[in-house]
Structure formats: structure tokens, C-alpha cells
């Protein structure tokens, strides 16, 4: 294996940790994962930091039950890698049902040899007809 193959079979753990401890909202997990720095842009153009994001978790605003993931692709450069791909979420939003899928960006950075998701960028697809 090379490092570059090593480096996208570690991400690819990490968001499989990541989508799982969101739908168990496991935020001690989604703590560890997470820069302090974070910016999470969701679909609806609603931005979030790392506090926001975990509160918004623990308080019930977001209720993960499902995150399907298809069309992956991952770039790595140095110490930064791209998680692209379509999402297939179902979730309640204050209280509110919601199927709807999207496409996103996950970045993630490394520093002192640890990765942390940095930013995440979310784009709401059209329903299908």
C-alpha cells in the first residue's frame, strides 16, 4: 500500500465514525473528531460551529436516523484530505420529519499526526420526480 492509500483507508474510518456517532449522538465522539475550528455548512444554509453543532445534537434539534453515502471520492494533499460524495439523509429537525438528499464536502487536516474534520459543505440536491 502506498502512504497516499494508507492515509484515505484512515479517513474513510473516520467518517464511517463520524456518520455513526451522529446518528447515535454520541457527542463525546463527535467531540474527539471535530476541530475547535469547525464550520459546518449545512444544506439549508444554516452554518454551525463546533459548539453549536454538538449542542444542537444533545438538545434534539437534529435527530439523525439515517445517513446513506454513495459516490465517494477522496483527495488527499499533504495534510489536508477532501471527502466528497451524495448523501441520503433521514432526520428530524425541531421536531419535523425530513428524507432529502444532498451532495457535500467533508475537509479534514492533520496536524501533530491526528486528523480532525475542519469544515463540512452541503448542498441540497433536487427531489427527484
Not at 429537525?93 to 496536524?111: C, N
Request: proline share 1%.
Amino acid at each position: 500500500m502506498t502512504e497516499t492509500t494508507d492515509v484515505v483507508e484512515e479517513i474513510a474510518a473516520l467518517e464511517d465514525r463520524r456518520y455513526a456517532a451522529m446518528v447515535a449522538k454520541d457527542v463525546a465522539t463527535l467531540d474527539e473528531l471535530l476541530d475547535e475550528k469547525l464550520i459546518y455548512m449545512h444544506s439549508s444554509g444554516v452554518a454551525d460551529t463546533k459548539a453549536s453543532y454538538l449542542k444542537g445534537l444533545q438538545t434534539g434539534v437534529w435527530d439523525y436516523h439515517q445517513v446513506d453515502r454513495s459516490d465517494l471520492r477522496t483527495e488527499i494533499d499533504g495534510d489536508v484530505a477532501l471527502v466528497f460524495g451524495k448523501l441520503s439523509i433521514r432526520i428530524t429537525i425541531r421536531g419535523e420529519y425530513k428524507a432529502f438528499d444532498s451532495r457535500a464536502l467533508a475537509v479534514w487536516h492533520r496536524r501533530g499526526g491526528t486528523w480532525h474534520l475542519l469544515a463540512v459543505q452541503s448542498g441540497a440536491m433536487p427531489a427527484t420526480r
